[in-house]
């Protein structure tokens, strides 16, 4: 049986937020006969190096209000219909979002704060962020474009919404000017807020006004940033992420790469260089987009993580219409323009443009995936025909990449193979039927090299919520929701904009179990019980073996596991009731871990209901 638990990760019961205290369980009842396993040091096969990594894309506020740090909410006016969302007025002004007063071309409107007859002393307004401002003991940075009559005083303020606590202030002097727009910044501490029901505010001085409005575009608001970056990602959430060790990301969808239609495809040329030049657009999961995370920004995330890119680039295929044929000449075009980006020398247009924005060396990308799950959503008249253009195009002058067919459907694929080809298959399934699927990769033709750059498990009743060096990598997915802001759940983290508010999912702990145990070569196991309700697999890395075990079954078990020339370890555990969730501030499920010696090479462990193991022995 050669398998990593490439697929086994996938399938646990306690998976996501509706499962299974932990804890290791040393002395329990087990009524069913011991297990014993045996790992065979010989007979094995290699299992890939990246099988363990992450899929993001934007959906449950997962980067705009989630990872990426920027905190207030609409700032540049960006989607369909944006309106006042996120603003409120402070003092005697009205507000109103002024489309004749652009900041930019990418960012067309402004916030008009116009002034009553009345107002006196300091007004302005608020921006109340993401369902609430996070305010942590923390330097915040900050950002904004103002424009109109203005000599004074002006306050930055983190406030509690219903308080009116002030957590943190800044003052500053500002000369600004009528018809432009100046970009003032500022840094300034704050104290943490008990709650998340915060807001950021501008105050200005109503007496040094002169003409009876003034402006403000594009304003920004930064807690610390991962890796201290610039427009970077907030460095408490992918602190997180980063513990699991992803070996790659996969970006920037999904869905929201496709668009609702061609317009409002995912555009590389519009998420790079100064947020100011970025548009945003409406997305598919039916909000704005800023594109503040953009294309760089994914590709300074994943040296940040030492993670492998994969990018996923268009393939001609929106949700309302698809290009083919002669149609998608200009789209092939604009598909090695983005790769010249990537790829290009600072000495080509768009490798200097690259450069530009602060990237002077190509990007370190290898793998390239033609669009998404054209299966599934009706792409397949065409899309061999588009794969095989994109193919070609790309191959012609980059005969190195390895690109990824976005399905392995051969109805959906060309005729005649493409030497090289990979495919990715996802699945979203119910805990059962993901376990029915823990030796489905073993019948996995090995001409055909996979990865799994989607899978999770689905909560019917809360729907809102041998091959292992042949399946190369495997994502959960989602990756982050804000809980305020939910359309798909489970995904692996959950936050909103209290203090302590992120949450890992049970499935997290398996992910970062499974990802911070890796092997490099995949061992037999002889055992005295066929598999179900207890999986396992192993693996060594040198002369340390991981054997990853789960129990899907309402009994404990006793597993003796001999693992020939190792003396001890450690035995990290996950375990509890089946129904039983990591929730918002409630974290209950998490990993334990022990110290194991083994006697004869020979390691008892008792395996709780509903649990995950990894045995590290050497
Ligand atoms: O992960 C959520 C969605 O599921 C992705 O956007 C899509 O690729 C899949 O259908």
């Not at 008792?606 to 193991?613: E, I, Q, R, S």
Request: charged residues 20%; negative net charge; contains cysteine.
């Amino acid at each position: 049986m050669k398998f990593e638990f490439a697929r086994f990760l996938a399938s646990w019961p306690g998976l996501g937020w509706f499962s299974s205290p932990c804890g290791l369980v040393s002395r329990q009842q087990h009524s069913a006969a011991p297990i014993n396993l045996t790992v065979l040091r010989d007979g094995g096969n290699a299992s890939s190096p990246f099988l363990y990594g992450i899929f993001f894309e934007e959906m449950d506020h997962s980067g705009d209000g989630g990872i990426h740090g920027q905190l207030l909410r609409n700032n540049g006016f960006q989607g369909t219909d944006p309106g006042l969302t996120g603003y409120k007025p402070l003092g005697d002004v009205e507000i109103k979002q002024d489309r004749a007063a652009p900041v930019s071309a990418a960012i067309p409107s402004s916030l008009a704060v116009s002034l009553h007859p009345r107002a006196m002393g300091y007004v302005g307004f608020a921006n109340i962020g993401y369902d609430g401002v996070p305010v942590m003991q923390a330097t915040y940075r900050c950002e904004f474009w103002m424009m109109g009559e203005y000599r004074g005083n002006l306050i930055l303020r983190l406030t509690g919404s219903r308080s009116q606590h002030i957590y943190g202030e800044h003052h500053m002097t500002v000369r600004s000017r009528r018809g432009q727009f100046t970009r003032y910044e500022a840094r300034f501490e704050a104290r943490g807020a008990p709650d998340g029901e915060n807001e950021w505010q501008l105050l200005f001085d109503a007496r040094g006004v002169r003409g009876g409005v003034l402006n403000f575009g594009l304003v920004q608001l930064f807690p610390p940033t991962y890796h201290d970056r610039l427009n970077g990602l907030r460095e408490d959430i992918a602190s997180v992420v980063g513990e699991l060790r992803p070996a790659f990301l996969r970006f920037p969808g999904g869905n929201n790469l496709e668009g609702l239609q061609i317009e409002s495809r995912w555009k590389w040329n519009e998420t790079i260089g100064p947020v100011v030049d970025r548009p945003g657009r409406h997305s598919n999961w039916d909000y704005p987009n800023t594109d503040a995370l953009g294309l760089d920004e994914y590709l300074w995330w994943c040296e940040d993580m030492q993670m492998i890119p994969v990018l996923s680039i268009w393939d001609g295929k929106s949700y309302g219409k698809i290009v083919s044929g002669d149609d998608l000449h200009p789209f092939l075009t604009d598909i090695m323009n983005e790769l010249e980006y990537l790829l290009g020398p600072a000495t080509t247009h768009y490798g200097r443009l690259r450069a530009q924005n602060g990237r002077t060396t190509p990007w370190p990308l290898q793998y390239i995936e033609i669009g998404n799950e054209d299966d599934y959503t009706g792409g397949c008249d065409t899309y061999p025909d588009r794969l095989v253009q994109i193919h070609d195009t790309i191959r012609a002058q980059y005969p190195n990449l390895t690109l990824i067919a976005n399905n392995m459907e051969e109805f959906c694929l060309p005729v005649a193979p493409l030497p090289g080809l990979m495919f990715d298959y996802h699945y979203y399934r119910t805990p059962d039927q993901l376990v029915a699927m823990f030796d489905y990769w073993d019948h996995q033709p090995r001409t055909d090299p996979v990865i799994i750059g989607e899978y999770g498990a689905r909560n019917d009743s809360d729907p809102v919520g041998r091959n292992s060096d042949i399946v190369k990598m495997a994502a959960y997915a989602p990756l982050l929701q804000h809980f305020g802001f939910t359309m798909w759940s489970p995904t692996l983290i959950g936050f909103d904009s209290s203090p302590d508010s992120i949450t890992p999912s049970t499935s997290y702990f398996v992910q970062r179990m499974f990802a911070t145990n890796r092997g490099n070569t995949v061992h037999p196991v002889n055992s005295t019980a066929g598999f179900g309700p207890v999986y396992w697999g192993a693996t060594s890395h040198d002369s340390i073996y991981q054997v990853k075990m789960a129990n899907y079954g309402e009994e404990s078990r006793v597993v003796n596991v001999r693992v020939p020339g190792t003396r001890a370890g450690r035995l990290e555990m996950l375990s509890g009731p089946r129904d039983v969730s990591n929730l918002p501030h409630n974290v209950n499920i998490m990993p334990a871990v022990r110290d194991i010696n083994g006697s004869d090479e020979v390691y008892t462990v008792h395996m709780a209901a509903w649990a995950v193991a990894v045995l590290v022995v050497s």
